[in-house]
């Protein structure tokens, strides 16, 4: 072997630790000392900040930013942004596709994303281009913020602050969610929801939570408002009420006639007042919005 072949294998050796040192230290250099490069890092931060206060399973940063899909989908949406911005469609498309590959979740490098948004398990996690999402935001695995058509423009839904978007929801059009809402684990929403307002069921309905703001996701889906449960208590606190409205009109009929012309008794007793159940909160017409006063 001759000495200028042994030479370029040491080379050849030598330059794969070479590079990575280079790599290394620009993108270092990059996050420290340019202030393009100090904004990414503090935005890098703030999103590890955001699983571990919203995640009790984040043990540690490192576990954070090698086993959380969410957040490396959020990466690659940040550098496809980037593209798009700069009128660069294709590869900002090209660059979504590899993320969803590599995540399972797809984020169109048209939407808008706010600081602390957590894409919890995000597998199939879907997010359209004129989709807009506030700040401390909360996304779980299956949801759909999509279209309802083939119309242009605006046509995906705007998400306020500190909304909590449960498994498996659909948020479809150009709709509004206000600031603190929260959507019930697999609510199809279709109409605008005022702030401070829990939405569950198919068609998601809002259920005003007596003004109390969602804040930091309790993930507590068993406490949820149901809407139809609602109604049929009060229904039955409706027919509660007829029933002993009637036994007072027969009272006042049988004592309107003269003893001789009063019907046989027909041997039972009189069935007594039957308590109205307590007030609900289904009988607020604005508690239900659309239903029919009672």
Not at 268 to 286: F, G, H, L, N, Y
Request: net charge positive.
């Amino acid at each position: 072997m001759s000495a200028k072949t042994r030479g370029d294998q040491s080379f050849q050796r030598g330059s794969g630790p070479m590079t990575l040192f280079a790599l290394t230290g620009g993108t270092y250099a990059f996050l420290r000392f340019t202030d393009s490069g100090k904004r990414l890092s503090a935005t890098m931060k703030r999103d590890i900040q955001a699983i571990k206060e919203r995640d009790p399973a984040a043990r540690s940063d490192l576990e954070i930013i090698t086993c959380y899909p969410g957040l490396h989908a959020l990466w690659f949406h940040r550098l496809a942004r980037a593209l798009w911005r700069r009128d660069v469609p294709l590869a900002a498309r090209l660059v979504s596709q590899v993320g969803r590959l590599l995540t399972g979740i797809e984020i169109h490098p048209g939407a808008t994303l706010g600081e602390g948004l957590f894409i919890d398990h995000g597998a199939g996690v879907v997010i359209g281009e004129t989709a807009e999402i506030g700040q401390n935001v909360t996304i779980y695995q299956g949801v759909t913020l999509g279209g309802t058509g083939k119309e242009t423009g605006k046509r995906h839904p705007t998400v306020g602050d500190n909304v909590v978007i449960g498994a498996g929801s659909q948020l479809l059009g150009s709709i509004t969610l206000g600031d603190n809402v929260k959507v019930g684990a697999g609510s199809v929403v279709v109409q605008n929801v005022l702030s401070d307002s829990t939405v569950v069921g198919n068609p998601g309905r809002p259920v005003i939570m007596e003004g109390a703001k969602v804040g930091i996701p309790d993930i507590d889906y068993t406490h949820l408002p149901d809407p139809v449960a609602a109604a049929m208590k009060c229904l039955v606190r409706r027919v509660v009420q007829l029933e002993n409205e009637l036994e007072e009109l027969r009272a006042e009929s049988a004592g309107a006639f003269p003893v001789a012309a009063q019907p046989k008794a027909s041997g039972k007793r009189p069935r007594p007042r039957r308590p109205i159940p307590a007030s609900e909160e289904a009988c607020d017409p604005v508690r239900l919005e659309g239903t029919p006063e009672i």
